[in-house]
Nanobody, 121 residues
């Protein structure tokens, strides 16, 4: 199996910064795209950012210029640097990894357990 594990969440004041990490472990042959999603109370889970194998990055409009996604392929880890945080960024943040478990395997989606980010005003 594959298990991504997030860390780095917490409580921060508006305007502050946090850095989330997500390390994937288990039966991993290669990792394709890696990304972050978030779910605020009473709302559906939404996409935040994605980074491809080649390093191309994509962001939701509301976080462009404030969040930066990066990855360390040697560590099977994806990061989300969040600056200029706003109260509306408060949510549980989930890591998503698209993993190939071996030759002949199709890519599969694997999710972390989530990490809480709370931004106070």
């Amino acid at each position: 199996q594959v298990q991504p594990v997030e860390s780095g969440g917490g409580l921060v004041q508006a305007g502050g910064s946090l850095r989330l990490s997500c390390a994937a472990s288990g039966s991993i042959f290669s990792i394709n795209a890696m990304g972050w999603y978030r779910q605020a109370p009473g709302k559906q889970r939404e996409w935040v950012a994605t980074i491809t194998t080649g390093g191309s990055t994509y962001y939701q409009d509301s976080v462009k210029g404030r969040f930066t996604i990066s990855r360390d392929n040697a560590k099977n880890t994806v990061y989300l640097q969040m600056n200029s945080l706003k109260p509306e960024d408060t949510a549980v943040y989930y890591c998503n990894t698209v993993v190939v478990r071996g030759l002949g395997y199709r890519p599969g989606d694997y999710w972390g357990q989530g990490t809480q980010v709370t931004v106070s005003s």
